[in-house]
Nanobody
């Protein structure tokens, strides 16, 4: 069983930064990739970024490319999302997720169905 716990959310002014953390635990944690998703009120959950666990390859949705940075620390079983230049449109609950699927292309890790374990989410609110 895998447990994922997000932290680091909060209220920030537009232009500010936040760093989200996703701590993974379990008897023997493993993953092919980890991802971040977000869900704004009244909207569907959407893909934000993914990282391959062993090699650290990354993939971002176009709207956050150059603004967010995903990273991981294998020794700590922890994933991060550094969010810079935040905008009110970035307001959402952010979820981390684990994938056990293996894809050649990182762009394939952009679907909800590609992930089998999810955290409870952390709220990010960006004020204008």
């Amino acid at each position: 069983q895998v447990q994922l716990v997000e932290s680091g959310g909060g209220l920030v002014q537009a232009g500010g930064s936040l760093r989200l953390t996703c701590a993974a635990s379990g008897r023997t944690f493993s993953a092919s990739a980890m991802g971040w998703f977000r869900q704004a009120p009244g909207q569907e959950r959407e893909f934000v970024a993914a990282i391959s666990w062993s090699r650290g390859r990354t993939y971002y949705t176009a709207s956050v490319q150059g603004q967010f940075v995903i990273s991981r620390d294998i020794a700590k079983n922890t994933m991060y999302l550094q969010m810079n230049s935040l905008k009110p449109d970035d307001t959402a609950v952010y979820y981390c997720a684990r994938s056990g699927k293996y894809y050649i292309s990182m762009s394939s890790y952009n679907g909800i169905s590609d992930y089998d374990y999810w955290g409870q989410g952390t709220q990010v609110t960006v004020s204008s």
